[in-house]
């Protein structure tokens, strides 16, 4: 089982990015996806969240209106992409696959820096 997140990086305030997961080893199809983040010295919090059909999606308030969650299941893919971005959106992005009875999975995560 693999969750590989990439698309992380240094970019200014105001500016975009896009994350994506590619996923392997599992029935994608078949679980939830989320983004979670984890600031230095913070818990590891909720970002958003989409549903195996990819029609159910959440967003924590702080990047609701911002932020975006899509999934391909063809491909194995879930991203976000983060507009307007701020810098308490700086931390460090990780992939997370959840179905109710079974194990769940976690990337490795990418890092997000938002700065001048």
């Known amino acids: 089982v693999q969750l590989v997140e990439s698309g992380g990086g240094l970019v200014q305030p105001g500016g975009s990015l896009r994350l994506s997961c590619a996923a392997s080893?599992?029935?994608?199809?078949?679980?939830?996806m989320s983004w979670y983040r984890q600031a230095p010295g913070k818990e590891r919090e909720l970002v958003a969240s989409?549903?195996?059909?990819?029609?159910?999606?959440n967003y924590a308030d702080s990047v609701k209106g911002r932020f975006t969650i899509s999934r391909d299941n063809a491909k194995n893919t879930v991203a976000l992409q983060m507009n307007s971005l701020k810098p308490e959106d700086t931390a460090v992005y990780y992939c997370?696959?959840?179905?109710?009875?079974?194990?769940?999975?976690w990337g490795q995560g990418t890092q997000v820096t938002v700065s001048s």
């Open positions: 080893g599992f029935t994608f199809s078949s679980y939830a």
């Open positions: 989409i549903g195996s059909a990819g029609v159910t999606t």
């Open positions: 997370y696959a959840k179905r109710r009875y079974g194990p769940d999975y």
